[in-house]
């Protein structure tokens, strides 16, 4: 079993910046492929991908509405990945939810096997 808990949300203002943390316990992951993602909802809106990361070579991907502003990032030695997001803007604002998919980075929610609780991000105008 695989426990996500995902921190850094907040209140932030059109143009700056948040840095969101996803530390992952319950098992370790020396063995096999991991990717994690992270992907976000907004009320009313289908959950969409913002970007992934695999575990052990750290190739990262991102959905094309966050290419250049955010970057994903990961500390195998705290079990833990970043999501650095600059330049943020109203639209971004979302409930950000990591993933873990016992495979390679997927844009597909329903494919993870393991989730998160979400941190709220809210970005004023």
């Known amino acids: 079993q695989v426990q996500l808990v995902e921190s850094g949300g907040g209140l932030v203002q059109a143009g700056g910046s948040l840095r969101l943390s996803c530390v992952a316990s319950?098992?370790?992951?020396?063995?096999?492929?991991?990717?994690l993602g992270w992907f976000r909802q907004a009320p009313g809106k289908e959950r969409e991908f913002v970007a992934g990361?695999?575990?052990?070579?750290?190739?990262?991907y991102y959905g094309d509405s966050v290419k250049g502003r955010f970057t994903i990032s990961r500390d195998n030695a705290k079990n833990t990945v970043y999501l650095q997001m600059n330049s943020l803007k109203p639209e971004d604002t979302a409930a950000y939810y990591c993933?873990?998919?016992?495979?390679?980075?997927?844009?597909?929610?329903?494919?993870?096997?393991?989730w998160g609780r979400g941190t709220q991000v809210t970005v004023s105008s």
């Open positions: 990361i695999t575990w052990s070579g750290g190739i990262t």
């Open positions: 319950g098992r370790t992951f020396d063995t096999g492929t991991y990717a």
């Open positions: 993933a873990l998919n016992r495979g390679s980075i997927v844009t597909v929610g329903r494919v993870y096997d393991y």
